[in-house]
């Protein structure tokens, strides 16, 4: 992680001051320390390492959780890979990942820059924009979700005003996924305020410098604020796009627990949760979750891969 | 913006910042009135007669009914509304509780204490916070279900009092690496332990990063739906959330009204804790995403 400071060292000084206490003081630390962090080592090994191998082992079962797990070697993920419902569930995550983690980190960008502007009131605009990101989880606002995006309500409606009539687009089987990423797109709070956060620590002078040179504000845009907060912009885009593969409530509440019509909306973890505790295929489904493991650390190494060409780390930027 | 005009300077100056802000309230006000439509449209329609909360086109209601509200009153299937929020109000102050003591004690650990492999268990937390949670979800089940501990909050808040939620930690590490080395060197001279000077000096310097850590725990395990939904299987003990899906399967779309009502109740305490800490939470998301 390049966002995590490394530890900060303190002066190698001190250690060396009383050799003979020094080694008595290094092993009170050391027990210091581990007590200090034994919730999060028993948390770590019991509901962390402890599962991950558990689950690793039972993707390469067979397991009902009623008889014993039963050695089957790749059949699970043989099976998933030719599984047509397994297939589309990839395809429905991808379009929703593609789609949504973009537009919504594209307004969060545009409102960012629209209050980063010292203007009357912008405090308010600012609580009132974040407010859907905490809500937005919740199975109420699914339930909303439906009712705006149901038939002949107000989505609909307003189509029908351009003369486009899908009969509304929670029954639709290609237009209900848009109604997820609409979802998704509506809490762009939470990156919002991390770009403001970003568009603060952009140093006026270089704003003034380049007006002096006659640089337009889209000039501005483009050569100052994109590379000043390209490291914000990364960290976004990279937090959104795996939080957008893991979708699941909004999934399951907006397409009435079935993840359709059509398994229009069925994103990768609902057909998870309907293999492991609908059907209790904990072997396939463990080999869902491993599988996903692999995905989101492949986009996660292919984003940190591609810092290198676009995220710029001001070194003396302090 | 940098047209010319043959007018006085100071007059185009100010008259453009005059136009600049209206130009800008109008933009903001536009994405508002979008970004607050949904919100509106449920308090609205939480006050409509239940045939009109589809087909009727107005934002607000023309003809005001309680009806969606007094009907709440019965409950569903014999288990009474409060019951769903004393369960809910139970879980979220447990899983703040579990998480502002387990965190807080594992970020003091890893930003004041120098102990062998420090740096290694911090990578590997760290690692925890990229992990998709799915992976353990199965596992986990099954160990819970081994211990006869699901039905219960058990499954739902261990984690928290364990500081599993890396998140929180890294916050409030982030928070006391901030904090002046000289008072804990300070109180290290006066010979504090590293539990006195934990719980009396760092603990209440650390309040913001605490305060932020505790109400998203709040509205994270408030608005919870997937853990509920595993592992909780009888009603009386369900959740705001789960609560909500009843509603659904037993009222259908023939009572869409104490459907949206009881929504719009669940969003309460929600909005109320944003409304009252938005600062916090605003300036505590943001530094978390930096430094």
Known sequence: ?318 | MTSATSSPVVHTASERRRFGSIAWHVGSLAVLAVVLYPVIWVLGASFKPSKDIIASIDLLPTKPVWENFSGLADGISGISIGTFFTNSLLYAGLAVAGVVLSSSLTAYAFAKIRFAGRNLLFTLMIGTLLLPYHVLLIPQYVMFRKLELTDTLVPLVAGKFLATEAFFVFLMVQFMRGLPKELDEAAKLDGCGHFRTYWSIVLPLTRPALITSAIFTFINAWNDFMGPLIYLNTPDKYTVSLGLMMFRDQEGISNYGSMIAMSLVALVPVIAFFMAFQRYLIDGMATSGLK
């Open chain 1, 1 to 318: 992680m390049t966002l995590v400071k490394e530890a900060p060292a303190r002066p190698a000084k001190k250690r060396s001051a009383a050799p003979a206490a020094g080694r008595r003081g290094r092993r009170r630390e050391n027990i210091a320390g581990y007590l200090f962090m034994s919730p999060w080592i028993a948390g770590f090994l019991v509901l962390t390492a402890g599962p991950m191998i558990a689950s690793l082992y039972y993707a390469f079962t067979r397991y009902n959780l009623f008889t014993p797990p039963e050695w089957v070697g790749l059949d699970n993920f043989q099976t998933m890979f030719q599984d047509p419902r397994w297939q589309k569930s990839v395809e429905v995550t991808l379009k929703y990942v593609v789609v949504a983690t973009p537009l919504k980190l594209l307004l969060a960008l545009g409102v960012a820059l629209l209050l980063a502007q010292k203007r009357s009131g912008q405090g308010l605009y600012r609580a009132a924009f974040y407010m859907p990101s905490l809500i937005g989880a919740s199975v109420s606002v699914g339930f909303v979700w439906r009712a705006l995006f149901s038939d002949d309500a107000i989505v609909d409606r307003t189509q029908k005003i351009f003369g486009v009539d899908v009969g509304g687009w929670i029954g639709n089987p290609d237009y209900v996924i848009y109604a997820l990423v609409a979802l998704s797109i509506w809490q762009f709070g939470a990156p919002m305020v991390i770009f403001l956060a970003g568009l603060k620590q952009v140093p006026q002078e270089l704003y003034e410098a380049a007006e002096m040179d006659g640089a337009g504000p889209l000039r501005r845009f483009w050569n100052i604020t994109l590379p000043m907060i390209s490291p914000v912009l990364f960290f976004n885009v990279l937090l959104e796009s795996i939080h957008a593969f893991q979708v699941f409530g909004s999934a399951y509440v907006v397409s009435n627990t079935q993840c359709g019509p059509a398994d229009a909306t069925l994103v990768y973890t609902c057909y998870l949760y309907q293999k492991g505790f609908k059907e209790a295929q904990m072997g396939f489904a463990s080999a869902m979750a491993w599988t996903l493991v692999v995905a989101v650390a492949l986009v996660t190494a292919v984003l940190f891969w591609s810092q290198k060409k676009w995220v710029h780390y001001e070194e003396a930027a302090k």
